[in-house]
């Protein structure tokens, strides 16, 4: 109802500052009254008037006040209302101008367009002129009429006399008079209505047409934002693609650079073992020749010693008739030196001077090269006494080795290699300082040994310790003191358990990063456990729970290895380990799982979960990971065809790379596998699928090169005759598809 008013009053407030002044110069009343009539006549909007009639329009004239101002002229229009308002009828004016923006103005919340006039409140005038509002309020004169008259919406009365009439250019849009001289009528609620359901409407097209700019410009910010949101992405997963390629190219160069490396020394070891093995044929074909000419010069001494010997006993017998003969010619034979063996050379002797020696002076079934020394198999009882000071490498696998005494290394004090692998080592027979001597011991393998506790007093120096396949049946608190440079460590093997194992042991290891407690009693994860290690490895136990606090410390943790437990999916907290970010492996194969586990750490990369007892995938149990699991291995479990969920690979379409399903129970491909965007292998084989759609395993609408490198889909119940060759537009070679042999129905 107020916006009625404030209409209203301005449409009258319009009126009466168009009213001209009955003594304006130029032309009469009458004069410009004749002559408009004249032009409506002329335009075809009136008829002539002969006289007063029925026709005749109710006559009613607008007078302003005594006060009242002249006609404005052109100028003083151009000024706008205000200035007509600040004179009008003796009104006394107070403004407020406050500051508009780009030539409109802001008043208490509303948005007024240039030379909009309006009243805020009765008897208050508004005007909104150069982005400035003016605001006036109206003193009412006193009215000295006969017929004084206030408008509706209006603050101060006018007076009404009967002489003008509503002039045809009232009847529409405008509502000013056509003369002084014409009846001027005030304007129905019905035309006020109209007036203003026009603004109305004008008004609401333009906040349309706004809101329609404005909402194109955000569709437009928004369809630019997911364009280069997109083309990120695209920029991201190509760099990622192509540091995965040059890692894959440096990973295969390195390993043909080691493979080369390898052969070329097994070449060389070939070639040494040759020499060697010539060297000897040739020594002990001498020898041969050496003891078969002994045995000629032997023979030969002994056949001339019997001649001479008869010959003397002749001439002892007193023959005179028979004198011995002169011997008048050289013999046909003299006797050959008896050849030396070869001389030694001077290393060798050198050697010998310092203790050495050639392979003669070594225990039986040894060897040496360099600062190597070799005697695996030896049939060795006892630790050989040895006094090589250069020597770095000593091996005596598979030898018959019970005890070391104390000084058993004092001649080699400078190993940094020791291995005593499968022998009969016993904890009790072991000297307490046999290995404190050894100052630069690096690695010491004891493994298929019958050891009950971890050796005392070993080299602070030592970084791989492998006490596997042994006894061992208590690891206390000290029994790795010292060891704070031990890198790896192996009890593989072992009669440990969560009983017997100090959850302070490992505190000294506090550069740990490979552990390996495999094949031993544990129904859980040891405690204490060192913050360091980055892989840990506890398959073939029998650790049936993983606490929410078993791995708090570790969160360095890289991989875990838990296949051959007892493990289900409600016995692993939610806690346990989600919110690692370093745990990129687990294997899980060979527990007694049903479902995939949930709380899977957020960082996985490599889940194995093989031969379990696995039914089914629940949704979004990939999804929290960031950036995503890359490889899956779900071979040998119970999947059939209510196995999967569309949801079920959920966050993991982008950066799954391998995925094994074979060996199940399927009846279809499951869903999601299409949507796989950097899929390389695919393994089906062996299941129950029957067909295969064209959108199954790749994405119909997705463009660019085929990524898979590898599909597996034989021994299901597949006829090849009936697939699509758009089925397989992903696969990069028809020769990488494996669809043979298939089952019968």
Request: aromatic share 6%.
């Amino acid at each position: 109802m107020g916006r009625w008013w404030l209409v209203a009053a301005g449409l009258w407030l319009l009126v009466a500052l168009s009213v001209p002044d009955a003594a304006a110069g130029g032309r009469t009343r009458l004069q410009e009254k004749e002559g408009r009539r004249g032009r409506r006549r002329k335009d075809g909007q009136g008829q002539g008037r002969a006289g007063p009639g029925p026709s005749r329009p109710l006559k009613i004239r607008l007078v302003p006040g005594p006060n009242a101002p002249a006609e404005p002229s052109e100028h003083q229009r151009d000024v706008g209302v205000l200035n007509s308002q600040k004179s009008l009828q003796g009104q006394q004016a107070s403004y407020s101008v406050i500051p508009g923006k780009q030539g409109r103005c802001v008043y208490q919340g509303l948005t007024m367009f240039d030379q909009a006039v309006w009243s805020p409140k009765p008897c208050v005038t508004c005007l909104c002129a150069g982005g400035r509002v003016a605001c006036d309020e109206v003193t009412c004169p006193t009215v000295r009429c006969l017929f004084p008259f206030t408008p509706a919406g209006e603050c101060c009365p006018v007076c009404m006399e009967p002489d003008y009439e509503l002039g045809p250019e009232l009847s529409g849009d405008s509502p000013v008079p056509n003369d002084p001289g014409d009846p001027i009528t005030p304007l129905t609620q019905e035309e006020i209505r109209r007036i203003l359901w026009r603004e109305e409407e004008e008004r609401r097209e333009e906040e349309e047409e706004r809101l329609r700019k404005k909402d194109e410009a955000r569709k437009k910010r928004r369809k630019q934002r997911k364009k280069q949101e997109d083309n990120q992405r695209k920029m991201v997963e190509e760099r990622r693609r192509e540091e995965e390629e040059a890692l894959r190219k440096q990973v295969e160069k390195e390993e043909e650079e080691w493979k080369r490396q390898l052969e070329e020394e097994e070449e060389r070891r070939r070639e040494e073992e040759e020499r060697r093995r010539e060297e000897e044929e040739e020594r002990k074909k001498k020898e041969r020749e050496a003891r078969e000419m002994e045995r000629k010069l032997e023979e030969e001494e002994k056949h001339q010693e019997e001649v001479k010997e008869e010959e003397e006993e002749v001439w002892l017998r007193g023959d005179v008739f028979q004198m011995p003969p002169k011997v008048t010619e050289e013999p046909d034979f003299l006797p050959a030196p008896i050849p030396r063996p070869p001389a030694e050379t001077e290393e060798e002797e050198e050697e010998e001077e310092e203790g050495v020696g050639h392979r003669g002076g070594l225990p039986p079934g040894c060897d040496i090269s360099d600062v190597t020394m070799t005697c695996e198999n030896a049939k060795l009882t006892y630790f050989p006494p040895l006094t090589i000071p250069e020597l770095k490498s000593l091996s005596l696998e598979g030898n018959s080795i019970s005890s070391i005494p104390e000084g058993a290394f004092n001649g080699i004090p400078n190993l940094e290699w020791i291995n005593l692998k499968k022998n009969k080592l016993e904890s009790a027979a072991i000297d307490p300082k046999a290995f404190k001597g050894l100052k630069m011991l690096r690695r010491l393998y004891l493994d298929g040994n019958l050891l009950e506790v971890v050796p005392s007093d070993l080299p602070p120096t030592l970084q791989e310790l492998k006490i596997s396949e042994n006894k061992l049946k208590v690891i206390d608190e000290n029994s790795f003191q010292g060891l704070s440079s031990l890198v790896i460590l192996e009890l593989e093997g072992n009669l440990l358990s969560e009983g017997n194992v100090d959850p302070l042991a490992f505190a000294p290891l506090t550069q740990l990063s490979y552990l390996r407690l495999g094949r031993n009693h544990f129904r859980t994860v040891p405690q204490g456990l060192p913050e360091s290690v980055l892989e840990l490895y506890l398959e073939n136990n029998l650790i049936e729970e993983i606490s929410e606090t078993v791995f708090n410390q570790t969160t360095n943790l890289n991989v875990v290895s838990l296949r051959h437990n007892k493990l289900d999916e409600t016995r692993i907290a939610p806690l346990a380990w989600i919110n690692h970010r370093n745990l990129e492996s687990i294997d899980l194969s060979h527990n007694e799982l049903y479902l995939v586990p949930s709380y899977l750490p957020k960082s996985l990369v490599h889940l194995v979960l093989m031969g379990n007892n696995i039914e089914r995938i629940p949704g979004f149990v990939f999804a929290h990971m960031d950036p995503g699991l890359e490889y899956l291995y779900l071979s040998y479990n119970r999947l059939d065809a209510e196995g999967t969920e569309p949801e079920s690979f959920f966050g993991a379409y982008h950066s799954m790379v391998e995925v094994c399903l074979d060996h199940n129970q399927l009846a279809n491909v499951p869903s999601g596998i299409s949507e796989m965007t950097n899929l390389l292998f695919l393994r089906l084989d062996h299941n129950r699928i029957r067909s295969i759609p064209d959108e199954a395993i790749c994405d119909p609408d997705l463009t660019g090169d085929s990524t898979m490198v590898s599909l597996r889909l034989e021994n299901n119940y597949i006829d090849p005759q009936k697939i699509s060759p758009s089925a397989f537009s992903c696969v990069r070679a028809s020769s990488s598809v494996v669809l043979k042999p298939q089952n019968t129905k």
